[in-house]
């Protein structure tokens, strides 16, 4: 599984961004698919997800501001990320979970980069 992440780009304070993560095979009926950042200096973080059936699940400090979807006929999982704010900048990264008895398996996008600034 390859995921291809794209969207991110310098923003002002309150704007918006959506990003997209594509992956190279249908996998989302059985892989929960998140959106993490990662800014300088700390831990990279779960900023939603979106699980097999559907439910979503966000971190605190992006309810109500942030959205993760997914196009199911393109492969592709979405973040829009709207009333952005400075704490928001970070390199997102898209990634694929699946648990199998004893096995997981994880596959990561390659970052991009998301600057939130006047």
């Known amino acids: 599984v390859q995921l291809q992440a794209s969207g991110g780009g310098l923003v002002q304070p309150g704007g918006s961004l959506r990003l997209s993560c594509a992956a190279s095979i249908s996998i989302f009926s059985i892989y929960t698919m998140g959106w993490y950042r990662q800014a300088p200096g700390k831990q990279r973080e779960l900023v939603a997800l979106?699980?097999?059936?559907?439910?979503?699940n966000y971190t605190d400090s992006v309810k109500g501001r942030f959205t993760i979807s997914r196009d199911n006929a393109k492969n592709t999982v979405y973040l829009t990320m709207n009333s952005l704010k400075p704490e928001d900048t970070a390199v997102y990264y898209c990634?694929?979970?699946?648990?199998?008895?004893?096995?997981?398996?994880?596959?990561w996008g390659q970052g991009t980069q998301v600057t939130v600034s006047s």
């Open positions: 990634n694929a979970f699946r648990a199998s008895g004893r096995y997981e398996y994880i596959y």
């Open positions: 979106i699980t097999t059936g559907g439910s979503t």
